[in-house]
């Protein structure tokens, strides 16, 4: 499949779906460059300012 092929694709795929395609080529990318190493590599220090996985996720779907 082309990438042409691919984008027509993803453009017809519904909201949930491309957030979906959108998170899992975030973290391809990650992977390949070694930020997901020290994204999630354990840290004990301070946690100041993190936020639970539902808050993180309404945040990035930008819902409030």
């Not at 070694?34 to 639970?52: H, L, M, P």
Request: proline share 0%; charged share 35%.
């Amino acid at each position: 499949m082309s990438l042409t092929e691919l984008q027509a694709q993803a453009a017809a795929l519904n909201t949930e779906e491309r957030h979906k395609l959108a998170a899992f080529l975030a973290t391809l990318r990650m992977k390949e460059t070694g930020e997901w190493d020290q994204a999630t590599k354990r840290d004990d220090g301070d946690r100041k300012g993190w936020v639970s996985l539902d808050e993180a996720k309404r945040k990035l779907l930008g819902e409030s």
